[in-house]
Nanobody, 126 residues
Framework: VQLVESGGGLVQPGGSLRLACEASGFTLDRYAVVWFRQAPGKEREGVICISQGGRSTHSRDSVAGRFTISKDNAKNTVYLQMNSLKPEDTAVYYC????????????????????WGQGTLVTVSS
């Protein structure tokens, strides 16, 4: 069971990036998948979630309208499309799986999710 994130990099403010979270050893569509991020000196926070089966998505207010989560079942991969990036989006981004999207954005909510990848660094800077 493994999740591997990719797609991070350096981008200017206002730019876009697409991150990928590829699963192996299990079927991703059977789980909720969350993108978390952790900025230097800050706690890990849940950013956006897609439910089991992809029936619904949920995002925190700070990224609503800018970030979109999607799933490609054929590739067993979840994507995070990030548009209109801001310097405060700079962080290491991680994906993880869970039974539902419940608690993903709560303080300490990461404890309800598992199978963490190694993370991919996103830096938004001019």
């Amino acid at each position: 069971v493994q999740l591997v994130e990719s797609g991070g990099g350096l981008v200017q403010p206002g730019g876009s990036l697409r991150l990928a979270c590829e699963a192996s050893g299990f079927t991703l569509d059977r789980y909720a998948v969350v993108w978390f991020r952790q900025a230097p000196g800050k706690e890990r926070e849940g950013v956006i979630c897609i439910s089991q089966g992809g029936r619904s998505t949920h995002s925190r207010d700070s990224v609503a309208g800018r970030f979109t989560i999607s799933k490609d079942n054929a590739k067993n991969t979840v994507y995070l499309q990030m548009n209109s990036l801001k310097p405060e989006d700079t962080a290491v981004y991680y994906c993880a799986r869970g039974a539902t999207c419940n608690y993903y954005s709560d303080k300490g909510g990461s404890r309800f999710f598992e199978s963490w990848g190694q993370g991919t660094l996103v830096t938004v800077s001019s």
